[in-house]
């Protein structure tokens, strides 16, 4: 069974923007352990870790780089399957 790429192009940016949004609530609500969340929110934004901006960037490269791996892994898996 071959996966198809748009649904996998949805299905991993949405995981991506939960977990970035996850992220974000922790290091804007509860500032003192940020430490645990940081590192994943700079991977997306240069933005202060719990302001507006790093949401918002975060969010928009979360879906750009949800596709990118969408892009990369369905052709490769369809390939190595056979499909």
Do not use: D, Q
Not at 3 to 22: C, N, P
Not at 24 to 33: D, E, F
Not at 60 to 68: D, V
Not at 70 to 75: F, L, N
């Amino acid at each position: 069974m071959s996966i198809r790429l748009g649904a996998f192009g949805f299905a991993t940016s949405a995981a991506l923007v939960v977990l970035f949004v996850l992220c974000w609530l922790v290091a804007a609500l509860l500032p003192g352990i940020e430490g645990a969340t940081h590192g994943w929110i700079v991977l997306f934004t240069k933005a202060p870790v719990g302001s507006v901006r790093a949401l918002v960037e975060g969010v928009i490269w979360s879906i750009i780089f949800g596709w990118i791996i969408a892009i990369v892994m369905v052709p490769t898996y369809n390939r190595i399957a056979g499909e």
